[in-house]
């Protein structure tokens, strides 16, 4: 761990290498994907309920996710200027009152929005979490502390949809954002008391993550490798999350819950490769190991379950373990991408997260739109085609990557 002999110690302090501080910085991550899937039910009702058109409905979909990438640009560059906790504490503001005016929101266009300034405030929040992991420690702890606050972050897909239903029915669709405004209150309460800067101007000088950043972070031709390497391998799991609902309800005939089984099934395979990484992590496997062995197993999982699509192969005992083994190691290798490529980033290490997050942001937009596009003409070949090219492109720029990039991941 970094030393931190300049950061406040106060009594309420969280210490970073403590279980609270993991959880924590888990729910910051987790913010964009915990606020689109618990407001995901309430898109049907939306035309209705606010005599809006059904465009305009999807838009504050759209707009959060717009607001999501700019988020985490803004906020990775300003965080690495000026402290990670003062960005921190405005995005967690910004989620909140942005959660309450959807809350009250009377009608789609003020709702859309909104949904753009909260999605902006989670972006925020997400690309401080991992910032601040680099800031604090290095090594193999970093490592593991990433693996174990993606494996938080990949637990929500679990329950957000379920209890976003429970709270439509119950009290109806506003309770979910204003559910999301309570949620990022409380978490703006529990930073500004329990959370430190982490980031100290002298913190990386003469550090070996602090050399060489005169080259601008777009002409890193490591870092940008890396990052398409993890972009890709994204692009394919995402490929599943935009085309399985059509794919498994629609083509297959399968009822929603029964996609709702392989869904949560397939998210929980994802919590525990990144849960397997921390502790492979811990124990010293270098991160360019996993890296290289879990893309080959992705990719061959991927191919594979493209062979049975287009030989009409649809029995779930063979289709769901390959989704699951898919999902596994792309938990494996997030966490291990993401050290690999911020490492050596030194106090740039915002801007470093922010340009991953919003690489996989557009590998994830242009993955579904390519099933949307497929989907008519191939049936459910169109998610298994969308799964199994990028899996097996994000293999190229692993292996062309320089010699020094994979060795940084080799020696932590």
């Known amino acids: 761990m970094r030393s931190t002999n300049s950061v406040r110690s106060g009594a309420l302090r969280i210490p970073p290498r403590s279980f609270a501080f993991t959880a924590l910085l888990g729910l910051f991550a ?91 405030g989670a972006g925020a929040c997400s690309v401080i979490s991992f910032a601040m992991i680099q800031d604090l420690f290095e090594g193999d702890d970093a490592r593991s502390k990433r693996s174990y606050v993606t494996t938080i972050f990949c637990a929500v897909p679990i329950l957000a949809p379920a209890l976003g239903s429970v709270l439509i029915d119950w009290f109806g669709w506003r309770s979910v954002h204003g559910s999301l405004a309570l949620a990022g209150g409380l978490l703006l309460l529990v930073a500004w008391i329990c959370v430190d800067e982490s980031r100290l101007a002298d913190r990386h000088m003469g550090s070996a993550g602090g050399a060489g950043l005169a080259t601008p972070l777009w002409k890193d031709s490591g870092f940008i490798r890396v990052a398409l390497t993890n972009a890709l391998s994204y692009g394919g799991i995402f490929a599943y999350i935009a085309g399985s609902p059509v794919a498994i309800i629609g083509d297959l005939g399968y009822s929603s819950r029964v996609f709702a089984a392989v869904f949560a099934s397939t998210a929980v395979a994802l919590a525990g490769g990144a849960w397997t990484s921390g502790r492979l992590s811990r124990r010293g496997v270098p991160a360019s190991t996993l890296v290289t062995s879990g893309l080959i197993v992705m990719a061959v999982a991927a191919f594979g379950l493209m062979i049975l699509a287009v030989f009409g192969v649809t029995n ?10 898919i999902m596994y190691t792309r938990g494996v290798i997030a966490p291990n991408l993401q050290h690999i490529a ?33 989907l008519p003409l191939l049936g459910p070949i169109a998610v298994a085609v969308g799964m199994a090219l990028p899996a097996v492109a994000a293999l190229v720029p692993w292996c062309l990557s320089g010699r020094k990039s994979r060795n940084c991941g080799a020696s932590v």
């Open 30 to 120: 987790a913010l964009p994907a915990f606020s689109v899937d618990l407001s995901a039910p309430t898109l049907p009702l939306l035309p209705r309920a606010l005599g809006t058109s059904v465009p305009i409905a999807g838009l504050t979909l759209s707009l959060f996710m717009v607001g999501f990438a700019v988020g985490q640009l803004g906020a990775g560059s300003l965080s690495d200027a000026n402290g990670r906790r003062p960005v921190l504490l405005a995005g967690l503001a910004c989620f909140t009152a942005a959660g309450f005016t959807c809350a009250l929101a009377s009608t789609g266009a003020t709702l859309a929005l909104a949904r753009s300034i909260q999605g902006f």
């Open 316 to 325: 779930g005992a063979i289709i769901i373990p390959i989704l699951m083994a």
């Open 342 to 374: 911020i490492e050596q980033q030194g106090q740039r290490a915002g801007l470093a997260s922010a340009a991953l997050g919003v690489s996989q942001l557009l590998a994830g937009a242009l993955a579904s739109a390519a099933v949307a596009v497929l």
